[in-house]
């Protein structure tokens, strides 16, 4: 019995624990020593379906009639995350199914596919040319209304979450979301990423520093981020050594308790 039970238990308590090398994010993983600066992959972020645009235009003029038409809402300055977020709903242009916009004066414009710099652009140039009759010196602002994201899974905070910034890594999307937990798999992260043409999956590896030259390290609005469990935890054996060993000596107990009941019998 001995014998058996020896190796069993070294292995379940082996196979039971999360190794350190799959917690660390961002490793070295080929035989390259030292330091190297590396180019991060990321490109314009493209207008969808759904998404919020702030947009705000002002002139040179002392008095102009048509800026205050485009003042949208009310300022959203003070206030919780969500009094923000419900403010900025309000006083953003939200891109309908058709890709578009309606703004004073502009009406309905086309802005799926474009950019914000591009979009700004095709708004000045409108205005310009159709709305001020005297030479104006136009600035044009278009931002997205907060960078909205979801993670579920492993992680500490689940649910939708924003920031009001440009650019999100899905490293600062995992940390937005508490990190992900010990018995998370950092080596298959999953982003479910909107398309005109559909939904896609890509798969990332957070543990290998190969991530960062990915197109998907800077994640998009709307994306879904899924971190997948580990075996570990459907084992329910503990994600630590102490943990393992405090459940594999209560197995053991349990079965040498039942061993001497039934030699009592």
């Known amino acids: 019995m001995k014998k058996i039970l020896t190796p069993l238990i070294l292995l379940v308590f082996l196979s039971a624990c999360v190794p350190t090398k799959d917690l660390i994010y961002l490793q070295e993983k080929d035989s390259e020593n030292g330091q190297s600066v590396k180019e991060v992959a990321f490109k314009p972020y493209r207008v969808q379906v759904g998404d919020q645009l702030r947009i705000e235009v002002k002139s040179n003029l002392e008095e102009d009639p048509l800026a205050p038409l485009f003042q949208k809402g009310g300022q959203t300055q003070s206030g919780g995350a969500s009094f923000q977020e419900t403010g900025l709903y309000f006083s953003s242009y939200v891109v309908d199914d058709h890709g578009n916009i309606r703004m004073p004066l502009l009406e ?3 802005v799926l596919g474009y950019t914000a ?6 708004i000045e140039k409108e205005l310009k040319e159709n709305h001020y009759k005297e030479t104006v010196n136009l600035f044009v602002e278009v931002k997205l209304a907060g960078f909205r994201f979801s993670v579920n899974g492993e992680v500490g905070r689940t649910g939708t979450h924003t920031l009001f910034q440009d650019r999100v890594t899905i490293m600062e999307a ?3 979301a508490g990190d992900i937990t010990l018995v998370g798999d950092r080596k298959n992260v999953n982003i479910i990423r909107r398309y005109p043409h559909g939904s896609e999956i890509h798969t990332l590896d957070l543990t290998d520093k190969k991530t960062m030259d990915s197109p998907y390290y800077y994640i998009q609005p709307n994306d879904y981020i899924y971190v997948q469990p580990l075996p570990q935890k459907s084992w329910g054996t503990g994600t630590t050594a ?15 308790t039942t061993i001497v009941l039934l030699r009592t019998l």
């Open 108 to 110: 309905e414009m086309n």
């Open 242 to 256: 102490a943990q393992t060993l405090a459940t594999v000596v209560a197995g053991l107990s349990l079965i040498m």
């Open 117 to 122: 710099d591009e979009v700004r652009s095709k």
């Open 174 to 176: 995992i940390a937005t």
